[in-house]
T-cell receptor, first 115, second 114 residues
Framework: ETGVTQTPRHLVMGMTNKKSLKCEQH?????MYWYKQSAKKPLELMFV???????ENNSVPSRFSPECPNSSHLFLHLHTLQPEDSALYLC??????????????FGPGTRLTVT | AQSVTQLGSHVSVSEGALVLLRCNYS??????LFWYVQYPNQGLQLLLK??????LVKGINDFEAEFKKSETSFHLTKPSAHMSDAAEYFC????????????FGSGTRLSIRP
């Protein structure tokens, strides 16, 4: 596997379910990100992890719970979601430390539908 | 503070015509600038980046962008559009001070007419 992978690619869940999204990067990066992409809205940064430590949480509801066990893996645990949470969830990774361009490399995304 | 503005949420060109997607940025320090492309149901793919080495940057699939400091612009061009270029394009800016501080534009959807 190369680059950034995400599983599952598609997920349908009810509002009372609990599910998790997984992201893995094979690029040797130290920073990982979760984004939400909804139709007709700008890309929304949700969480940032730098060297496994959460460095940003952009006012994301607690029904979204991230986990970063190491620099290569990132999870997004979901519970009691709302229909408006239906979106494409994108994971990305980048280098970190010092002044750098920090371009981010994205996974293919998980298309989440909440019914 | 950084910001990026993409002019035109939707651009339509004929196959073989010039593609021009506009991006203007705001940054308090010399910026790093990026263009990403997103095909349907896929993630964002880096097309090219500007890191101050050269003002004209060449990317994949014959795309290029020119950094113009005086105009605070970083427009994306391609001489001849192909049907396969139909996608969403995002301009982004970073000040390079933190791994999290990449600001994305709202995107421009490019359609190609046969």
């Amino acid at each position: 596997e190369t680059g950034v992978t995400q599983t599952p690619r598609h997920l349908v869940m009810g509002m009372t379910n609990k599910k998790s999204l997984k992201c893995e990067q094979h690029l040797g990066h130290n920073a990982m990100y979760w984004y939400k992409q909804s139709a007709k809205k700008p890309l929304e940064l949700m969480f940032v992890y730098n060297f496994k430590e959460q460095t940003e949480n952009n006012s994301v509801p607690s029904r979204f719970s991230p986990e970063c066990p190491n620099s290569s893996h990132l999870f997004l645990h979901l519970h009691t979601l709302q229909p408006e949470d239906s979106a494409l969830y994108l994971c990305a990774s980048s280098q970190s430390g010092g002044r750098s361009s920090y371009e981010q490399y994205f996974g293919p995304g998980t298309r989440l539908t909440v019914t | 503070a950084q910001s990026v503005t993409q002019l035109g949420s939707h651009v339509s060109v004929s196959e073989g015509a010039l593609v021009l997607l506009r991006c203007n940025y705001s940054s308090s320090v010399p910026p790093y600038l990026f263009w990403y492309v997103q095909y349907p149901n896929q993630g964002l793919q880096l097309l090219l980046k500007y890191t101050s080495a050269a003002t004209l940057v060449k990317g994949i699939n014959d795309f290029e962008a020119e950094f113009k400091k005086s105009e605070t612009s970083f427009h994306l061009t391609k001489p001849s559009a192909h049907m396969s270029d139909a996608a969403e394009y995002f301009c982004a800016v970073s000040e390079g001070s933190s791994a999290s501080k990449i600001i994305f534009g709202s995107g421009t959807r490019l359609s190609i007419r046969p």
